[in-house]
């Protein structure tokens, strides 16, 4: 599942094929983004350190469970960039479940860049009738907050047991772990109107070093 197997620039190699979740797929880091690496504690933020009303409530397949390794800053804003990408990232993979390409879960946490891509890589799971099942796992969070209300963030993903379920026949397509399964992601948010952390802009780097176990 390259790249957003949930969040938008995504990968889900492990999921088999190494689909690119879009075009943003990069070498080069985000602007603002700092790529030196982080704590990987195993508690995480809330599901929303940021206030703002009328967020999507988020609903996973029961098969598809989350690890991330993001634990909280004590900075009110590193904490709620941390959650609100938290929920960018099921919100995908819940469009992908609904195999919904316009499900307006995801368009909430993004905008720009990222929406367009976030849509394009839903859409390639519908056009194969799949779905991300098995354990997504996140760590080596990174965030820096900019004055003029943008953040970037850098994290890993781990996709080694995550796979693709066809939503036809039920069948899991269980594939061996290999090293681009292992997913650098740097992003660029912005704090918008309503109080939420959106992802204006995500690359990918599969493979990367930098999240290899």
């Keep these: 599942m ?3 197997c949930a969040v938008a620039a995504f990968s889900l190699s492990a999921c088999g094929g190494g689909d690119d979740a879009s075009d943003e797929k990069a070498d080069k880091p985000v602007a603002g983004a700092d790529t030196s690496g982080g704590s990987s504690a195993s508690a995480g933020p809330s599901p929303s350190a940021s206030t703002a009303a009328g967020r999507p409530k988020i609903e996973l397949p029961a098969d598809l469970t989350y690890d991330f390794e993001w634990p909280k800053t004590g900075d009110a804003k ?4 941390m959650a609100d990408t938290r929920q960018y990232l099921q919100a995908v993979d819940m469009a992908i479940a609904r195999q919904d390409p316009d499900d307006p879960a995801f368009r909430f946490y993004t ?3 990222s929406a367009a891509g976030a849509q394009a890589y839903v859409q390639r799971f519908v056009d194969t009738h799949d779905r991300t099942t098995g354990v997504m796992r996140y760590s080596k969070p990174n965030v820096q907050i900019n004055d003029d ?3 970037g963030f850098t994290y890993c993903e781990d996709q080694s047991k995550a796979y693709r379920k066809n939503v036809k026949t039920g069948k899991t397509k269980v594939t061996p772990a290999t090293k681009d399964g292992y997913v650098l992601y740097n992003a660029r948010l912005r704090l918008n ?11 990918s780097d599969a493979g990367s070093d930098l999240c290899q176990p």
């Design 149 to 151: 209300d943008t953040a």
């Design 78 to 81: 590193k904490d709620a960039v």
């Design 111 to 113: 905008a720009g860049e």
């Design 2 to 4: 390259t790249a957003l």
């Design 193 to 203: 109107g309503k109080g939420v952390w959106v992802t204006e802009k995500l690359v």
